[in-house]
């Protein structure tokens, strides 16, 4: 394991990094270990692994050479100190809160964060102590007047889950500094492609790699990226404590989906951009929440922050019936109705229904959804949203003036 920063570009380190084939009879891969129990040839060598048993292969639970393999790889594309793997996204948040939070403590969590953290904080958080204030993601500097003497974390996530706002990350990673509080980033939408958060100063860097790092829609995965060694410490005993096994047929996937992170983002990002555009010519589009589109409000703090764009953006359509909306769903062929995103395929979702917000007011102008543009060839998609349009308008013709909105 090199812990030395190489001077390779970050698509190089995504191929080579987290690799022993020598250990491996030369296979490329790291193969998937099945393992609980690892065997000690003698007392001397337990001993010696015992000392350091949370870097070693010691037991299942705290990583098997298949995990590490893995959370090398990550780590370097972090650009952090140590990777900690969890067996999903949901679960790294909730390792993140529960390991780095007291009774007593107070809590900041962007009210764009994704809806489930929301929830955690809400539902578990409190039971243990533990105040949460949820604050407008676009607060910025201002984030000063909510911090307390109590005040040990902050989440934020940009874009903002379903709404995309962007996050002023380093005014916000200063005032939480400024009062000895850690700063936690969800960023599943850009990973470390296209933004670093521990170069911005975050020191809990999370990912649901679930989404672009799998790629491929069929694992589960999280993941928490330090830049410390007091950090890494805290949370990997935390998470082998709360009992978190990552399984490593799963790290295996992740590991297969890195590899080819690089351009699949890229190519996310260019049909996502080629959807937007197309979407913001037609004269019935109310809005494109796409932070790459200079019409978006955050889009300069996302030209100074980020690197590129991924593939998820939302849209509105002028304001139809809820039924004409849901024949839209019904009626695309290539977009299929799914939560999750960050797979090949392309994905719809309606942002119209339960979007829950306390600090701020989020009100759609149109009827909104959320896309998740995959790897198909765009003019095909573009088509397929063409012909589920002209559906939800003649449904929407048919509906009488009772009919619910959307
Ligand atoms: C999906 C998602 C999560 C949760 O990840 P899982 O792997 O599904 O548990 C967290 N944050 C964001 C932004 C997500 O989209």
Known sequence: MSEKETP?????????????SESHFGAV??????ASTILFPNVGRMLEIFSKHYDNIFYGRYGTPTT??????????????????FPSGMAAIAAIFSIFLSRGDHLLVSDSAYDPSRRFAL?????????????????????????????????CESPGSHTFEIQDIPAIVKAAHEVGALVAMDNTWATPLLFAPLAFGVDLSMMSCTKYIVGHADAMMGSVTVATEELYQKLR???ASYGYAVGSDESYLATRGLRTLAVRLAQHEKNALELAHWLQSR????????????????????????????????????KVPRKAAFALMDGLKLFKIGYSWGGF?????????????????WKPKGTPFRLSIGLENPADLIADLDQG??????????????????
């Open 345 to 361: 395929e392309s994905l719809i979702v309606p942002t119209f229904m339960g979007l829950e917000r306390s600090a701020y007011e």
């Open 29 to 34: 891969n790291t193969p998937v270990y099945h």
């Open 389 to 406: 349009l002209k559906l939800m308008y003649e449904v929407a013709a048919t509906c009488g003036p009772d009919e619910p909105m959307a």
């Open 237 to 239: 005993l935390g998470a």
């Open 283 to 318: 004269s019935d589009v109310v809005a494109v929440h796409h932070p790459a589109l200079p019409s978006h409000p955050g889009h300069a703090l996302f030209k100074r922050d980020f690197k590129g764009s991924s593939g998820l953006f939302g849209v509105e359509f002028k």
């Open 123 to 155: 539902n578990h958080l409190k039971r243990f102590g533990i105040e949460t204030t949820f604050y407008d993601p676009q607060i910025g500097d201002g984030i000063r007047a909510l911090m307390q003497p109590n005040t040990k974390l902050v989440l």
């Open 8 to 20: 390779f570009k970050i698509e190089t380190k995504i191929v080579h990094e987290g690799r022993w």
């Open 68 to 85: 590490r393999s893995f959370e090398q790889a990550l780590c370097a594309l972090e650009g952090g100190y140590r990777t900690v793997s």
